[in-house]
């Protein structure tokens, strides 16, 4: 202990201070170029529409090349705050050392500065040794002695234990990863480390089932084991309900990227659902890199995703957490991942609609795609009963509901300011699923709800839902398949009819999924809800 003591009692954590700081300025270079490839090189050719042979094994590159930057990022920030706990908890065993040191000494001790041996002193002048009394006087004086000693002990002990701690988890953060495209999960392994090194418990991050408690425990983290707990745990964060969504977002891009660097290890030894999930992903990676240089309300957040069954996604179009008017769009039959494209585009169509009636012309408002269910499948024809049933009853509906009610109280729990005005809005059976959610629980906290194409809310009257009836619309083509032959058998009282108790939404369009037809009145009335209006029941000339 000699050598370790006076070392401890003397040190200047000066330098570990600047390792520290140094490596903390390497990761945000490391974080700014690969933000800056995605900006200025993927983004812009995404957008420009490269596409053959050479696009293929050039993306395949460069996103290669972006996710070997984001290893790099992770790992030099997960050095960067090794060394800075590992400062903190030795300047902290300095202290207890000090303080030790110091009060052996007030009680009249000395301390040996070569190697922290307490002495006993002495309260009697030796030649009276022989005195009756004198055993006694000494073992009162020398009371506090092994207390003294221990503590000392304790304390290099301390940061001899933290020492060994750091050095085991820099040796584990291995730069052969740097180059590699699996880097990624090395690199979440060793998070996991540097998170319990520096006092970071997976099971303190919250269960989902109180988006408002998520959020407050979020915000009272702090920047630093904010970034701890993204680096180690990405896959629950990404998951949680009322995070801010750029948090969940970074969180299920890193997951995101990761899973696709998997799938391209194994690409010649995929099974058909990992081939499927493989393109489904790749395709929604390309439409999240093709945003990243559009303005900001243009810009794509990735608030969920799974491969489990067919597949979900949760993309928004804007930030929900910054802007006045968000509406959140629920999908029906046969919508799954690789269709998500399509969804997002039918998003970007309600923001347009919604920015020509809002005042930021669009830049305040936020369109979230929400297939975070498992919508039945469409198979009128297949001879396949299970099938059928999905879409025949309120099952999936049910199941999906309580994730919906989440996801809507969670937008709330994580939104800036003053109380923005949130929009449900919901098509085929995808309102169904709205309807269950908003009947349970707390409903969906939604200022309106709009649906459209609806076999039904799995209610017989609008009063019984928690929205304002005053402010429940509903839009039905006159020749919509799936509200003529459906609505008012097993998932609920017909919505459109009068003494269901909802609004009727005027639309100009056909069929099932003419909703969202460019142009129309039944897009545009949909816009005009979102921007906090009501709609538009004059039919046009």
């Known amino acids: 202990m000699s050598e370790l003591f006076a070392q401890l009692f003397k040190q200047d954590f000066s330098d570990l201070t600047a390792a520290a700081s140094s490596w903390q300025k390497l990761a945000k ?32 590159a460069m996103e290669a090349t972006e996710s070997k930057l984001g290893t790099a990022n992770a790992n030099a920030q997960l050095i960067a705050t090794t060394l800075d706990t590992l400062n903190t908890k030795l300047q902290g065993a300095q202290r207890k ?19 922290g041996w307490v002495e006993p002193k002495q309260a009697v002048d030796p030649k009276y040794h022989n005195d009756p009394d004198y055993a006694g006087i000494q073992q009162q004086a020398n009371a506090g002695l092994g207390d003294f000693r221990a503590r000392i002990e304790a304390a290099v002990s301390e940061a ?5 701690e750091a050095a085991g988890i820099l040796y ?47 915000a009272d983290l702090g920047a630093e084991k904010q970034h701890l707990y993204l680096a180690a745990f990405p896959d629950q964060l990404g998951a949680l309900d009322g995070l801010p969504a750029p948090t969940r977002d970074q969180a299920n891009r890193t997951v995101l990227d990761m899973r696709l ?10 099974g058909y659902h990992d081939r499927y999930s493989y393109r489904s992903l790749s395709a929604l990676k390309d439409r999240l890199d093709e945003s990243d240089t559009a303005p900001a309300h243009k810009q794509l957040h990735l608030l969920g995703f799974s491969t489990e069954g067919d597949g979900r996604a949760i993309v928004a179009v804007g930030n929900p957490d910054t802007a006045k008017h968000t509406a959140v769009m629920v999908p029906g039959t046969s919508n799954q991942l690789d269709n998500v494209g399509s969804q997002i585009d039918r998003v970007n ?27 039945p499948e469409a198979n009128f024809t297949a001879d396949d009963p299970e099938l059928n049933l999905g879409i025949a009853t309120d099952g999936r509906a049910q199941d999906g509901a309580g994730d919906l ?14 109380r923005g005005h949130l929009t449900v809005l919901a098509h085929s059976y995808g309102s169904t699923t709205a309807g269950a959610a908003d009947a349970g629980g707390r409903g969906l906290d939604t200022d309106d709800l709009v649906v459209v194409g609806s076999p039904g809310l799995t209610v017989d009257r609008a009063d019984q839902l928690h929205v304002d009836p005053k402010h429940l ?24 009819e009068a003494d269901f108790g909802a609004q009727r939404m005027y639309v100009d369009t056909d069929g099932h999924s003419g909703y969202w037809d460019d142009s129309s009145q039944s897009l545009n009335n949909q816009g005009r809800i979102i921007a906090g209006l009501t709609p538009d029941n004059t039919p046009r000339p």
Do not use: M
């Not at 009680?107 to 500065?113: E, I, N, Q, T, Y």
């Not at 660097?261 to 995929?270: I, K, M, S, V």
């Not at 809507?408 to 729990?413: C, D, F, P, S, V």
């Open 29 to 60: 270079a490391l974080a700014d170029t690969q933000t800056g490839s995605g900006k200025r090189v993927t983004g812009p050719l995404h957008k420009a529409g490269w596409s053959g042979v050479s696009a293929h094994y050039g993306f395949d």
């Open 97 to 115: 050392l000090r303080s030790a040191v110091a009060d052996a000494e007030e009680a009249g001790h000395k301390v040996r500065d070569d190697d």
């Open 160 to 164: 001899t234990t933290v020492s060994d």
């Open 172 to 218: 584990q953060i291995d730069p052969f990863d740097l180059d590699k495209r699996y880097g990624g999960a090395h690199a979440q392994e060793d998070a996991a480390r540097v998170a319990e090194f520096a006092g970071i418990n997976k099971k303190d991050i919250p269960d989902g089932k109180d988006p408002k408690r998520a959020a407050e425990w979020w």
């Open 261 to 270: 660097n998997d799938y391209a290890l194994r690409e010649g030894d995929l």
């Open 349 to 375: 169509k309600l923001q347009d609609s919604a920015g020509a009636w809002s005042e930021g012309q669009g830049k305040d408002v936020a369109v979230i795609s929400w297939l975070d269910y498992n919508a």
């Open 405 to 418: 009610r989440n996801f809507t109280h969670g937008l709330r729990a994580a939104h800036e300011g003053e």
């Open 473 to 496: 619309y509903v839009g039905a083509a006159s020749n919509d398949g799936v509200v003529n032959w459906t609505a008012d058998k097993t998932l609920g009282a017909d919505p459109k």
